[in-house]
């Protein structure tokens, strides 16, 4: 079935240094790639999303790059601090024929002081 | 501020109880969500609802049942529960949900549920 894998499942970084996130998904008819942060008991939060039209889009520190024929996007952190540490979920979708998110399996951030 | 607003907070039951879980959003959108989310794994469908009307289960076990009263609210009934159904229970909501459809799903906080 459809697949999305994400790597590191750790990052850990010096606060200042950039992160990069890594998705690669299988369902070719995927065209919307969104990005969600989740802090320690708080809700999945949308930061940035792209569809299949761009290659990259940006938001302050935080960029993603889609390359289609590959299938791989990424997620950009530049200037880390210590508040963008959490779990990064990609996804992708709309999956087979109907508008399901397929979740990659999480990148947990450390950004240490 | 979340815009998807989600009761009880916490939940705790026994595995003879019945309780249900209420989400509610005023955007307008016409997709909503059930997730399950077990800690620090990614959200796992369980239904979505398309213009109050089921359009998928991912082949969830009877004794969770979702109802759509209309197009702000969602329910999810729950009914001699297990322990490994101890989880989060994230409802999301999305302008629409389709084969065509790229819409941002929008998360509530969730309802933290714990089965004794």
Known sequence: G???????STLSVQEGDSA??????????????????????????????????VGEKKDQ????????????FSLHITETQPED?????????????????????GTTLQVKP | DTEVTQTPKHLVMGMTNKKSLKCEQHMGHRAMYWYKQKAKKPPELMFVYSY????????????????????????LHLHALQPEDSALYLCASSQEEGPYSNQPQHFGDGTRLSIL
């Open chain 2, 52 to 75: 109050e009307k089921l359009s998928i289960n991912e082949s969830v076990p009877s004794r969770f049942s979702p109802e759509c009263p209309n197009s702000s609210l969602l329910n």
């Open chain 1, 61 to 72: 520190r935080i960029a993603v790059t889609l390359n289609k024929t590959a299938k791989h």
């Open chain 1, 20 to 53: 990069v996130i890594k998705c690669t998904y299988s369902d070719s008819a995927s065209n919307y790639f969104p990005w969600y942060k989740q802090e320690l008991g708080k809700r999945p939060q949308l930061i940035i999303d792209i569809r299949s039209n």
């Open chain 1, 2 to 8: 459809e697949n999305v894998e994400q790597h590191p």
């Open chain 1, 85 to 105: 540490s959490a779990v990064y979920f990609c996804a992708a979708g709309p999956s087979g024929n109907t508008g399901k998110l397929i979740f990659g399996q």
